[in-house]
């Protein structure tokens, strides 16, 4: 089992900057992938970024590459999200996810363990 935490969401204005971070315990030695999804009102969830626990290789949707960083630190057990020039769009609840299983990143029903969501709100 694996308990995911959220935090540092928030509302800032176009532009701005925040920084996710994702922490989990619980039986994360064995843990293969930590991904990001985010889901806006009315909107299906969807993928944002994932990073492999071991080797750190990392994967970005297309909205995000170049703007957002995942990053983690395995002493800490905690994995980042660094959002910069975000935009309205990015508006949603975002929620940090976790598996065991080497298997497609993007798909949001391949990950086992779920945070409980943090909101980002970007004011034009």
């Known amino acids: 089992q694996v308990q995911l935490v959220e935090s540092g969401g928030g509302l800032v204005q176009a532009g701005g900057s925040l920084r996710l971070s994702c922490s989990a315990s619980?039986?994360?030695?064995?843990?293969?992938?930590m991904g990001w999804f985010r889901q806006a009102p009315g909107q299906v969830r969807e993928f944002v970024a994932a990073?492999?626990?071991?080797?750190?290789?990392?994967y970005y949707a297309d909205s995000v590459r170049g703007r957002f960083t995942i990053s983690r630190d395995s002493a800490k057990n905690t994995v980042y999200l660094q959002m910069n020039d975000l935009k309205p769009g990015d508006t949603a609840v975002y929620y940090c996810a976790a598996d065991y299983s080497r298997m497609a990143f993007t798909k949001q029903e391949n990950y086992r363990y779920w945070g409980q969501g943090t909101q980002v709100t970007v004011s034009s």
């Open positions: 619980g039986r994360t030695s064995s843990l293969y992938v």
């Open positions: 990073i492999t626990w071991t080797t750190g290789i990392t």
